[in-house]
């Protein structure tokens, strides 16, 4: 198993320090978190790599706040949360993608009720390039046209820089991919959206965690790759994207994926089991709300990533009741 405390994991977050670098200011209306007594106990939280970093990061601020608390995570990909849930394994299940209909059936199968989806923090899912590489933007129906064969967005398909418009020495070399592996929420999100749930190229180097990802594009001057925001670095570039060829561009940026102009925002979750009109277990509640409150959002900036605004909040604190 790939369980770490918080311990480990914290180091391994601090080694991929966000390039995300917008400035973000946290709505002030999100409400500041209120400590309560009684919160002691186990927590396991088992999904999402994207989320692995943050949810360590929330671990780590809760865990200050209930020292009594023991949290562990296990960031092996989005597909790893619903059965953990279902088995009783882990009471959080971070997920960078919404349940498959398939998944909330073999819940509701279980418990007799669906599971709860919380919205903890907003990313745009970036394409990266190396630092080096010139190109300045590409659209979707370009990045279907590099990495999948089946190109229903309609290209043909491109192979070198060159077909992407870049010059010099770069021009005639293969475009390297890096992706992520098919239990990712990230790869399902990129294969729907940016790929019209288009087969991947066989050539994809499909990675185990996003932070792979981003290093095998930062070493490699002839790479691509995507990944959640959070997860930049000093070598590599998000591209800016439009959903056509040709249309207008938008970069992954923090209003631009609240507006929707960004082809790539999306949500990030954390799923629970509640049963309906009954609160969730003490500890886990004021983990979600801790999350929800100024300080956790602060921590989804703090890891790169995009904070909800206020009105996002409360619609997601209603889930709680």
């Excluded at 088995?87 to 418990?111: T, Y």
């Excluded at 990313?123 to 990266?128: G, I, N």
């Excluded at 399902?188 to 996003?210: C, I, M, R, W």
């Excluded at 956790?296 to 890891?303: A, F, L, N, T």
Aim: glycine share 10%; no cysteine.
């Amino acid at each position: 198993m790939f369980k770490k405390s918080i311990v480990t994991v914290a180091l391994l977050a601090l080694t991929a320090v966000s390039a995300h670098a917008e400035k973000i200011t946290v709505d002030g209306k999100i409400k500041k978190y209120a400590p309560t007594a009684g919160v002691a106990g186990n927590l396991n939280s088992i999904g999402s790599d994207s989320l692995n970093n943050l949810m360590t990061y929330w671990a780590e601020g809760f865990k200050k706040k209930y020292p009594n608390v023991n949290i562990q995570i296990e960031g092996k990909g989005s597909s790893t949360a619903p059965p953990a849930l279902i088995a009783g394994s882990a009471q959080l299940g971070p997920m960078s993608r919404e349940m498959k209909p398939s998944e909330i059936e073999q819940f509701e199968k279980k418990f007799g009720y669906k599971p709860t989806k919380i919205g903890v923090a907003l990313d745009s899912l970036a394409v990266f390039v190396n630092k080096d590489n010139q190109i300045k933007s590409l659209s979707l129906d370009e990045v279907d046209a590099v990495f999948s064969k089946t190109r229903k967005r309609g290209l043909s398909d491109v192979t070198t820089w060159g077909q992407l418009g870049v010059t010099g020495k770069l021009a005639e070399k293969p475009i390297s991919l890096y992706g992520r592996n098919s239990a990712s929420g990230t790869y399902g999100y990129f294969k729907e959206h940016a790929l019209k749930n288009g087969d991947y190229k066989s050539t994809v180097k499909e990675q185990p965690g996003s932070a792979s990802v981003v290093e095998g594009v930062a070493k490699d001057i002839s790479a691509i790759g995507y990944s959640g925001i959070g997860y930049a670095t000093s070598g590599v570039r998000a591209l800016p994207l439009s959903d056509k060829k040709g249309g207008p561009v938008a970069e992954a940026n923090y209003q631009n994926v609240l507006s929707g102009k960004y082809p790539l925002s999306r949500m990030l979750y954390v799923y629970v089991a509640k049963k309906p009109g009954q609160p969730l277990p003490k500890i886990t509640e004021e983990f979600i709300k801790y999350v929800l409150s100024k300080e956790g959002q602060e921590i989804v900036v703090k890891d790169g990533y995009d904070p909800l605004t206020a009105k996002l909040v409360d619609n997601q604190l209603k889930a709680l009741k």
